[in-house]
């Protein structure tokens, strides 16, 4: 643990998984778990506390999944005050090559997109997220901006046998 930041143990003791439920406290949303962060960070560190979970950046590999996403956080910012404000990471980055961006999370370019008009726009702007101030659609940010980020595992399936016949 040594190289996990102390907001990331502080996190994981307050979220930690409880119980049968396959997603303990995150967010079960269709077949993944999703953790929607309560803190703002730069773009490496939301990739470290993730992989502190055993999960990662989250993948926004389809238009059902970014429909999805983009309803749970139109909840969870209900405010237009917030929500003009609010920004969360994503697991898309073109760091290596400028202008091939791909999930970090599958190691997959991008098929679906969802820019905003005019994004992406920069070779110092490498990293996605979803702006609040744009109905979340994308945009390429600077990664040592501090934002809001989203951790995705896959569901845990359960162990216990099941019977049949
Ligand atoms: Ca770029
Ligand atoms: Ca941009």
């Not at 993944?32 to 939301?46: G, I, N, R, T």
């Not at 506390?49 to 389809?62: E, G, Q, Y």
Request: with cysteine; charged share 20%.
């Amino acid at each position: 643990m040594a190289s996990v930041p102390l907001f990331a143990v502080f996190f994981y003791t307050l979220h930690i998984v409880a119980g049968a439920d396959p997603c303990g406290r995150w967010t079960k949303l269709s077949s993944s778990c999703f953790l929607f962060s309560d803190f703002q960070v730069s773009w490496p560190e939301a990739l470290m506390v993730c992989k502190a979970f055993n999960s990662t950046l989250v993948s926004v590999d389809s238009y059902e999944k970014n429909l999805m996403l983009e309803g749970y956080l139109q909840i969870r910012h209900p405010h237009d005050s917030d929500k003009t404000t609010v920004r969360y990471w994503t697991g898309g980055n073109d760091i290596e090559s400028e202008g091939n961006y791909y999930w970090i999370g599958t190691d997959q370019r991008l098929v679906y997109t969802n820019w905003n008009p005019g994004q992406p726009e920069s070779d110092i702007e490498d990293c996605l997220s979803m702006l609040g101030s744009t109905n979340f659609q994308w945009h390429d940010v600077n990664c040592n901006f501090k934002e809001y980020f989203i951790c995705e595992k896959p569901m845990e399936l359960s162990t216990s046998p099941s019977i049949i016949g």
